[in-house]
């Protein structure tokens, strides 16, 4: 891809005039994206360096199974060097170790990206640094650069989520929603863990003045309205762009995963897609109810079940769950559901023309996927940010159905009579015909939009003219 076009008095022959170092937080749901975004910046002709782990930078690349691999050779990787971290036994229950794990871990890498910035420095005339908002203890470092500028990449939250959990509490602004939809938003009370807030205001402080400004992976197509990202620039003397959706490109030719073979064999519309994230967040009575609930049903169905962020990767352990279904759970399946245990491309299967409907616990990386993918979501919140994001897509967007009130307590368990009547409702029923419809239509519009002349193809290109001014 080549976008230089859109740009008049950017030249190929920039070079290393202006570099572009990409910090991600250290998990792939992070860091996929960040890889994609490098992409396209690399794609006007800038230089761009991808900063990570060295197992990451691995799996990430081998994971990248749908990218030019003429796209991928122009990114410039580099290996942060890290100290293992044992993980502390006194974790509190409600936070999945794993991520506590990648926390310590990324506390531990501000040496290694200030010695990567302090060389590249020297050799460039601006570094324009992409960091992920987790990261800000790490990248502190880069106000001491009198050539670099910073700006905060977030993958992986919506602007109504930002506003409404982060934002709304201390402007004090009204949320503007109807009152028939602010009476039914859901409260932040209780989906986000002392641990996880306490990390995040860690973070927050180390902000300051360094930040030029703020990119969003979403769009006004995606969240209905152009409010709520007017919205996240107040009371802060920093641009705002809205470049979304910024996600996995799907590849038409076979690339060898089972599960896509399968879905070849299955008719249009009729597979239920279940999200592995759920599998950090359920018990294990949760997931014998689900199960029982998709076989109930009798619809179609792939489970994605590997969550690669779900692994003790730095210590050489497994801290991936494994389940025992209700008694012949799998023996049964017979061609109706298929289990998938290694990981596969979640873009791909979502843009399967057999995928009729997205399960999954509403995090903000999946939304832009099923958003952009044209595909109805079965919202099913289970922590931080879900509830907002589920809320968006299903009374908002209205492309999506519910799978348990919101007020309701996130760890009482939903019953398979209660998972098997929403499946049939969205698959099986004129109301979910409906909701397919206004959910393809709202895919079409979302594509276009990164197309040149779309609104989200425009926010990008005045952010590489931004920072190659």
Not at 5 to 23: A, F, H, S, T
Not at 100 to 121: A, G, K, P, Q
Not at 311 to 316: E, K, Q, T, W
């Amino acid at each position: 891809m080549d976008n230089t076009e859109n740009i008049p008095n950017l030249k190929k022959q920039l070079g290393d005039e202006v570099v572009v170092v990409m910090v991600p937080f250290q998990t792939q749901s992070h860091l996929d994206p960040f890889l994609q975004f490098a992409c396209l910046i690399s794609s006007y002709g800038l230089s761009v360096h991808y900063l990570s782990l060295p197992t990451y930078n691995h799996d990430t690349k081998t994971r990248a199974t749908a990218i030019n691999p003429s796209d991928l050779a122009n990114i410039h990787f580099h290996d942060l060097q890290m100290t293992p971290t044992p993980l502390d036994p006194d974790i509190p229950s409600e936070v999945p170790k794993h991520f506590h794990l990648f926390w310590n871990v990324s506390m531990h890498l501000r040496e290694s990206i200030t010695s990567f910035l302090r060389d590249i420095s020297s050799k460039s005339r601006r570094i324009i640094m992409i960091h992920d908002c987790l990261m800000c203890y790490n990248v502190q470092d880069i106000s001491s650069f009198d050539n670099a500028e910073s700006y905060i990449f977030n993958p992986v939250i919506s602007a109504f989520g930002m506003y409404c959990d982060h934002i709304f509490p201390h402007v004090g602004l009204p949320i503007p929603l109807e009152q028939q939809l602010l009476q039914r938003l859901p409260s932040s009370e209780g989906w986000y863990c002392e641990e996880i807030m306490r990390i995040g205001s860690f973070q927050v402080q180390y902000i300051g003045k360094s930040s030029a400004g703020d990119i969003h992976n979403t769009s006004k197509v995606m969240e209905g309205s152009n409010t709520f990202i007017d919205l996240l620039g107040i009371g802060q003397d920093k641009k705002q762009w809205a470049i979304g959706p910024v996600l996995r490109p799907t590849k038409k030719e076979k690339n060898g995963f089972p599960c896509l073979d399968w879905l070849d064999k299955q008719p249009p519309k009729s597979v239920l897609y279940v999200s592995y994230d759920m599998l950090t967040s359920f018990s294990d009575e949760q997931i014998k109810e689900l199960a029982m609930g998709l076989e109930l049903s009798k619809q179609k169905f792939i489970w994605l079940m590997n969550d690669p962020d779900n692994g003790d990767i730095y210590l050489g352990g497994d801290l991936n769950r494994k389940f025992e279904f209700h008694e012949g759970f799998e023996e049964r399946l017979n061609g109706v559901g298929l289990l998938v245990r290694d990981w596969a491309p979640q873009t791909e299967i979502l843009a399967h023309s057999s995928i009729g409907g997205f399960l999954c616990a509403c995090d903000w990386t999946s939304c832009v996927e099923t958003i952009t993918m044209g595909v109805p979501i079965i919202a099913w919140a289970t922590h931080s940010d879900h509830p907002k994001n589920g809320f968006l897509l299903t009374e908002m967007l209205k492309i999506g159905l519910v799978i348990r009130e919101w007020d309701k307590k996130r760890d009482e368990v939903v019953t398979a009579s209660t998972i098997d009547n929403v499946m049939r409702k969205l698959m099986a029923s004129e109301e979910g015909d409906k909701v397919r419809k206004r959910a393809k239509e709202l895919g079409e519009a979302v594509r276009q939009s990164t197309e040149k002349g779309g609104a989200s193809r425009m926010e990008l290109d005045y952010f590489i003219a931004h920072i190659t001014r």
